[in-house]
């Protein structure tokens, strides 16, 4: 029954209160946190009461438990603004609406993400216009079962992008979040203040039975301390024997008949009669609410066609329902409104009442046969892949606990297939969609797939960290078993990639590939070799690679034959590998190979977009800029229509297209072009701020290129530094190193020196001495020190970087290679004919002694000719 009172919670209305009072600069984030029935709700609608005293505007209880709103950005911007946007400021997100309204009236990709960065512009005003006005308000949002979009796209958007521009207002976030599950960005760690929601103190407690008139009957009984220890002092056990006691209050119904026995009989006292303590008719709701993890609105209840007994309208029924202490209850930015079960209860209700009531099974298998209907309407008239995705996903509870087997390996088909597409989005909401039916469910086999599947999306979001916990605590539960071993090493495989210990990552890709062996499982070798591939090339390491990717190719064609996708992803990822290590046109060959396997199926159409992707990155090392283009170009029409829309996707591939925009207005000075590339990288950057962090430091690094060109310095710096700070942050061995090259490039440009040494330490220690093959960054770190030796006339040590410097930028391979050998060497010429021909012959003769010294391929007897040449000319030139 409704709570008119509220005890024991004064304290966290006190810490609400001590920020509301505290100048803009301190702590502004709330983070409550606590175990389902604790009264964390109740004290988010006590501070939503005093919002509305003060006129603080605020946004209400924004729960997440809502299905729109955990798991649909644009539908959580519109709800917010709602709130927000009152009739005294119709202004408000005027930009926002009106850029909604021109979204709605053609929608594509690029669309829909600046109306995001639309949002977050308008918000961060709203926000500092309340703060800074004389008279204004601060601002108050207010987030509940915060829990679940902790791991999502929503919750990452909350949390990284609207939580450090809301510094001028007050956040709450109030869930099941354990101490330091939320990452907080650097940047606003110390701005929260971590409250932990705990069970009543004895005299709370007290205090709370006290206000209700069964208390009497409970110090008469001798039955308190019997009370407390049953309820555990947890306030909605507490709220719901006051509920039993007043409706069941006969002289049979006694506080000794409820707490006068021991715990697990007294919790399921409280369950079986639930019905009884609700009134009629909302009480027929009780089973069904208890079994369907959707929130019941008007509409679904109409769906399911539950018995309504006459005079009750849906909304009357709904209205009472929200009367209940254990009843939750949400409107959404369209005014409907929606009610559930609080979770502890639900807990309850399953483990006492599912498992013994046939009468309430029934009920069950009747109400999830008609969710499965009610869901197949909904994806028919899904108005985008997004909106079926999250409808396909929530069917998955109905077809799990309808027949385990087949709605398990359903599951594993759609997960299998969203991480081959980079569908992040979607395999989050299928990792929640399974969770909570694990304990329920799954067997023993079935659960340990699936714990394998959450540590890979752990790491797929970008919680490497976690990810890497997980496999290790899998790894001491199946210690014995060889068959979970084998996929354990795998998924820490990846997780410790991720985490950039790379001959770690080697180590544990070669356990899994051995037992694979092992065990007969042939089929896995070519997703290993690739494994393993992948981490040789990411330490630079190409000619391994190579020999990596050849083998996974050979294991394709003769073990997966059946699954085509992974033999195409073999001879995509062996022909990029060719590439790039100097063989471009074999290259091709190969992705041309895995292009021809796939294209003309509509399954794999996501498939053949990216590996028309590589293929466009392969063109550019052939220096055919419209091949590359024209690949990409169709790549993007793709991953931007309804049913293949992937923005993960679209940020790779707007990468790709500006990096050869760039390369080509830079080979041919073309500004238009130049301007074309930067357009492009800012759209890259865009999409890969919400879904492809690996992508944002590498655009950031290429736009910093191009202001650097353009002569904006300030900015080149300034973005340089921000890609090598996020490169080392997701430990993007390549892009750190580029980046602190670049560091080193700009500084030297701008005749700054003092930096110069420690940049090339670092580089040095963190990546040349451990292996790290990136000959083309090494050599230009020693070719900057090399040019300041020169211009301060010390050619003895400028000789010794340039001869390694240069003989490591010749042993390159990839993008531009044979252009950029060429501008070194011009660079270098053009100063060897500035100073003494004697001087450099002298420098010409030590480089030609140690590159023919050094092993012989290909670029260097360019170097030696190149060289030679220049020995002769100035020999002649010091005779004559």
Known sequence: MPEQ???????????????????????????????????????LERIVEICEKEELPNTGIIDFYNYELNSQISALELHIINKLANKRESMSFFNYQKMRQEFHNKRDAIRRQKLKEQFILDLTQWSQRKAGLIGSKRGVFIFDTFENIKNNIVGQRVINDWLPILNSSIVILSGRQKEGELEFPTDIANAVIDKVVETF???????????????????GDGMIEKCFEVTELRPLRLALSVDWLIQNNTGDVTP??????????????????????????????????????????????EFLNLPVFTGYSSEALFANLSKLSFVKHTRDARGRDFYWFQDELRELYHKYIFKQSNRVNEIRIESSQKMLEFYDLQIKQASDVRDAQRYQARRLHHEIYLNHTEGIAHYRKLFQEARQSDEIGFTSMLIEAVRGLMDSFLDEEQIFSFRIDEARWLRDIGNAKLAQKRGFELLDQYERIPQARMHIYNALGGSTERLGDLNKALEFYTKSLELSKELGQMERLCLEEMNIGEVNRVMGKIKTAVENFDLAYEHGMKYNTADIVTVAKAS????????????????????????????????????YARFKVVRGSIYIMLFNYQKSKQDIEDAIDIYSQKNYLSHHALAQAYFELAFTQWLE????????????????????ISFARDYNQQILHRALNQVSNIYWKKGNKTLAHKTNFESYRLAKEHNDIQYTIDSLSAMAEFDYGDNKYDKLLEYAQELENDFETKGYEYPLFY?????????????????????????????????????????????????????????????????????????????????NSKLISWVTRLINRFTFQTEN
């Open 5 to 43: 009172i509220f005890v024991g919670r004064e304290k966290y209305i006190q810490t609400f209160r001590e920020i509301l009072s505290a100048p803009v600069g301190n702590p502004y984030i709330l983070n409550l946190r606590g175990s389902g029935g604790m009264g964390k709700t109740k004290i």
């Open 201 to 219: 103190t004895e005299d709370e407690a007290k205090k709370y039975l006290s206000s209700h008139d069964v208390w009497q009957a409970i110090v």
């Open 256 to 301: 000794t008949n409820l707490f006068g026995r021991e715990k697990e009989e007294f919790e399921y006292e409280l369950v079986v009669g639930l019905e009884d303590v609700t009134k009629r008719p909302e009480s027929v709701i009780i089973p069904y609410m208890a079994h369907l993890p959707r929130p019941f609105d008007v509409k679904l209840l």
């Open 572 to 607: 995509s990822e062996l022909g990029y590998t060719y590439a790039l290590a100097g063989q471009p046109e074999i290259g091709l060959d190969y992705c041309n190979g895995a292009i021809d396997i796939v294209e003309g199926k509509d399954e794999y159409r996501s498939t």
């Open 665 to 684: 207005s830079d080979e041919i000075d073309d500004s238009t072009l130049q301007n074309t590339a930067l357009q492009n990288f800012e759209i890259s």
């Open 779 to 859: 050599g230009r770190m020693k070719r900057i020190l090399a040019e300041v030796a020169f211009d301060q006339g010390d050619y003895d040590n400028a000789t010794n970087y340039y001869k390694v410097g240069l003989y490591q930028i010749s042993k390159h391979r990839g993008h531009a290679t044979i252009y950029d050998l060429r501008y070194e060497l011009i660079r270098f010429e053009n100063r060897l004919h500035s100073i003494l021909t004697t001087d450099s012959l002298k420098i010409c003769q030590q480089l030609k002694k140690y590159w023919i010294q050094q092993e012989e391929d290909r670029l």
